[in-house]
Nanobody, 122 residues
Framework: QVQLAESGGELVQAGGSLRLSCVASGPSFTSYHIGWFRQAPGKEREFVSA????????FYADFVKGRFTISRDYAKNTVYLQMNSLEPDDTAVYYCAAVRPTVWGTWSGDYWGQGTQVTVSS
């Protein structure tokens, strides 16, 4: 079992920054990648970024364009998503998940957090 708890979402103006946090717990989370996904109203959930807990390998969606950075803190069992140069299209609920890569180049989520709302005003 893996438990995940996100925080850090809020209302921010376009061009601003936010840092999302995901605290992981449970006996097996270190064997996963921890990923961030987002879902905007009326749209499907999409992959944003992921990091392998045991080895510092990071993955990003193309639309991140160098604006977002994922990192982890071993001591705090926490994965961060630093988001800079935010745009109104970044408005969504952001979810943290314990995921595994698939052979098709996608991600399969086994455990999910409750989500945190990010709203970017223009």
């Amino acid at each position: 079992q893996v438990q995940l708890a996100e925080s850090g979402g809020e209302l921010v103006q376009a061009g601003g920054s936010l840092r999302l946090s995901c605290v992981a717990s449970g006996p097996s989370f270190t064997s996963y990648h921890i990923g961030w996904f987002r879902q905007a109203p009326g749209k499907e959930r999409e992959f944003v970024s992921a990091i392998r807990w045991s080895v510092d390998r990071r993955f990003y969606a193309d639309f991140v364009k160098g604006r977002f950075t994922i990192s982890r803190d071993y001591a705090k069992n926490t994965v961060y998503l630093q988001m800079n140069s935010l745009e109104p299209d970044d408005t969504a609920v952001y979810y943290c998940a314990a995921v595994r890569p698939t052979v098709w180049g996608t991600w399969s989520g086994d455990y999910w957090g409750q989500g945190t709302q990010v709203t970017v005003s223009s």
